[in-house]
């Protein structure tokens, strides 16, 4: 293996679903500018997340996506034709 090729900047930062709320705590690299203060009192860097584990649809099993930038909307009234043409079969 190659040396000094990972970070050493490893420290504990939030990341957090901005579409339904859900946080956790972990180590990471990242930067960001954002702060925020976790149960135990203290504060740390926060990541927002537009999807995890907690939200996205493979991992929940249901079929509705939560998208803040509305490409699920997009993709679907551009092929709106081929969905219904895949109905009528």
Known sequence: MKKDIHPKEYRTVVFKDMSNEYAFLTKSTVNTKDTIV???GN???LVKLEISSTSHPFFTGKMKLVDTAGRVDKFRNKYARHFDQGKDK
Do not use: F, I, M, Q
Request: aromatic share 34%; proline share 17%.
């Open 43 to 45: 504060e740390y860097p």
């Open 38 to 40: 976790w149960e135990d």
